[in-house]
């Protein structure tokens, strides 16, 4: 039972590139979200999903954006990377609106 | 919005009781409160979550007062490996409503 798993793991991107972050969960969770942490911040949540075919915006939605096809898959994609998009971004899912969040280990990204 | 608001730091040493305290003024009604642990280049982690009074697990305890506006993390006997910092975070009933984490409480454990 592998969680949350995000791919990749680091990435170094140039000004003006494109990348797609991917989330993949098998605990067949509605509730999926991306969150960004800036270095010495807290989380703040980009994008999240209550379910497949629906998404919504975060508190710092800009610049990035998602989709939800499966429940299975919730990506993150940047089109057109800046550097204040240099971040450690987090997947998270979680079963019911009561339950707690379950996160996976973060994608840390460099934009130079 | 619920927004959130903790100490950004705090120091214990080895085996002394911690407690981290949140305050959380405008938790609606149907809002739980739950707590996450975070170590450096990992994801935060879910410690304990409750809606009022007491909760009690294996690692923590939350208190709660009956007015809902403030909780409390408590950690019996910390160590060296509770290290990390603490994230109060006041969740919605019906997921549609953004999640705000606070900035978290950097807890330093001394040996």
């Known amino acids: 039972n592998a969680g949350v798993t995000q791919t990749p793991k680091f990435r170094i991107l140039k000004i003006g590139q494109s990348m797609t972050l991917q989330c993949t969960q098998d605990m067949n969770h509605n509730y999926m979200y991306w969150y960004r942490q800036d270095p010495g911040m807290g989380l703040k949540l980009i994008y999240y999903?209550?379910?497949?075919?629906?998404?919504d915006k975060g508190e710092v939605p800009n610049g990035y954006n998602v989709s939800r096809s499966t429940t299975e898959d919730f990506p993150l994609r940047l089109e057109l990377a800046a550097p204040s998009q240099t971040s450690v971004y987090f997947c998270a899912t979680r079963d019911t609106v009561n339950q707690p969040q379950h996160f996976g280990d973060g994608t840390r990204l460099s934009i130079l | 919005l619920a927004k959130t608001t903790q100490p950004i730091s705090m120091d214990s040493y080895e085996g002394q009781e911690v407690n981290i305290t949140c305050s959380h003024n405008n938790i609606a009604t149907n809002d739980y409160i739950t707590w996450y642990q975070q170590f450096p280049s990992q994801g935060p982690r879910f410690i304990i979550q409750g809606y009022k009074t007491k909760v009690t697990n294996e690692v923590a305890s939350l208190f709660i007062p009956a007015d809902r506006k403030s909780s409390t993390l408590s950690l019996p006997r910390v160590s060296l490996s509770d290290t990390a910092v603490y994230y109060c975070l006041v969740a919605t009933d019906t997921g549609r409503r953004a999640l705000t984490f606070g900035s978290g409480t950097r807890l330093q454990v001394q040996p």
């Open positions: 999903s209550v379910g497949a075919g629906i998404t």
